[in-house]
């Protein structure tokens, strides 16, 4: 085995929530509605707040936030208004990994690693988006370390906004026309690469987004006690039925809310033992 990695750690105490692929942008106006709708129900409820990435459909720099599209502004205010009630907390994602400490300063949230060990009043977990785990899809793990590079970033943002945006947009399509000729396997994360990293940390829970696929998985029979939660994405505009849900983890329960149900995946005195 890999010798363990040195992740950082945080401690968050009371009602944590967590959602993510959320692709706010102004293709999604019912999206960010509906969004917007479950900000406030989350000020009511939780302590904190997490967006676990792709909170945009595309994110092409900070500097957005000095004169933005009608769309971001509405965002940017909806955001700022919980962030003045409850913590927000934000982890970029594989469509807006630039989102920088401008940004989160500009919403009072804290900008969160990559990859963190997360411990909560009811369990300890791992948390990312989950893009770096679909180790199978070679080709977009390529482009994720190109376009991750801090040359290749130096390069990016010395061009300006509008050619940015239209960089991004070309790459958006371009990804979204080779995803349909991927199988589902590639697209979604590798197992050996999620029990890999669990194992390197000694964790027995995993939380993630990314892949659209909310659900509760055993890693392996090898670990039974080893398991997977993937967050839900959000989609109100070119889908139906609509997408939507998060995680809620109380002191007693943990919760899997998806639009039209909840699963209760377990109390807390069965979650998995530290």
Known sequence: MKAPLSLNKRALRGTVWLAADIHLGPQGPHTSA???QFLEQAADVCE???LVGDIFNAWIGDEQINAP???LHDALQHLQRFSQRKKLYLVRGNRDFLIGKQLASFLQAELLPDQLILRTDAFEFLLMHGDEL???DHSYQRFRRIVRHPLTQALFYSLSLKTRQRIAN???KRSKAAGQHKTYEITDVNAEACLDIMLQNNQPTLIHGHTH?????QVNAEHPSYRRIV???WEFDHSQPPRAGWLSITPEHITLHRQGHDDLLCDVVSAPTQ
């Open 34 to 36: 509906a969004f917007y």
């Open 134 to 136: 679909c180790t199978d």
């Open 170 to 172: 070309f790459f958006r």
């Open 48 to 50: 904190h707040l997490i």
């Open 213 to 217: 696929r909310p659900a509760l998985h």
């Open 231 to 233: 967050l839900p994405d």
């Open 69 to 71: 599209e009608p769309w």
